[in-house]
Each structure stands twice: as structure tokens, then as C-alpha cells.
């Protein structure tokens, strides 16, 4: 099992940065494919970022490339999703899954999920 806890979410304004943390406990996270989603309100769930195990390689949704990006720590069992230039549009609960062998932007196929945490960026 692969336990995945989020943090930084809170509420800013338009223009503003946040920096959103996903910790790791359980099985080697090093070998873990990570993905960053959120869901709006009356909204599904959609991709936003996702990096491979070794960090090598990113992909972002068109709505946040240039503005969003994901790292990680693999010794701190942490990826980050750095959010810059904040708009209204990006208000969602921001979840991070793991999944193992697929470079995947589809949230069915990840196989460990957070618990999301709360951005809310006021016009």
C-alpha cells in the first residue's frame, strides 16, 4: 500500500503562487509514476501534471503548461506541484495519485489516491 497525504492549499488571489505538496509513505515511492488532478465544483476530475519515478519526464495540461509545474524529492517521499500565475478557473481540490508502469494522464488508471486539499483563487 502507498499511503499519499496533500498540503499548501488555501485561498489566494488571481496572480498569486502556491506550492501544493504530496508526502508518501509505504511501498519504495521512487518506483512511482506521480499524478496531479483536481476537480471543480460540478465538475470531473481532470488531469493537471504527472512526472516518471525518476523525475526525468513531465507532461501538463494545455490549461497550465507555463504556468503550473511538477518536481519531485524522491529521499523525502514528496512531489510538488508549483502554481503560478493563479486563475478563478483553477479553484478545485487538488488530489496526487501514484501508479506504477504507465506514464498515464487518465485518473482511473492510478491506483493510489490523497485525500485533495482546497485551492481557491479569488478574483
Known amino acids: 500500500q502507498v499511503q499519499l497525504v496533500e498540503s499548501g492549499g488555501e485561498l489566494v488571489q488571481a496572480g498569486g503562487s502556491l506550492r501544493l505538496s504530496c508526502a508518501a509513505s509505504?511501498?519504495?515511492?521512487?518506483?512511482?509514476?506521480m499524478g496531479w488532478f483536481r476537480q471543480a465544483a460540478g465538475k470531473e476530475r481532470e488531469f493537471v501534471s504527472l512526472?516518471?519515478?525518476?523525475?526525468?519526464?513531465?507532461f501538463y495540461a494545455d490549461s497550465v503548461k507555463g504556468r503550473f509545474s511538477i518536481s519531485r524529492d524522491n529521499p523525502k517521499n514528496t512531489v510538488y506541484l508549483q502554481m503560478n500565475s493563479l486563475k478563478p478557473e483553477d479553484t478545485a481540490v487538488y488530489y496526487c495519485?501514484?501508479?506504477?508502469?504507465?506514464?498515464?494522464?487518465?485518473?482511473?488508471?492510478?491506483?493510489?489516491w490523497g485525500q485533495g486539499t482546497q485551492v481557491t483563487v479569488s478574483s
Open positions: 509505504g511501498r519504495t515511492f521512487s518506483n512511482y509514476n
Open positions: 512526472i516518471m519515478s525518476n523525475g526525468f519526464s513531465t
Open positions: 495519485a501514484a501508479v506504477q508502469g504507465l506514464f498515464s494522464t487518465r485518473a482511473r488508471e492510478y491506483d493510489y
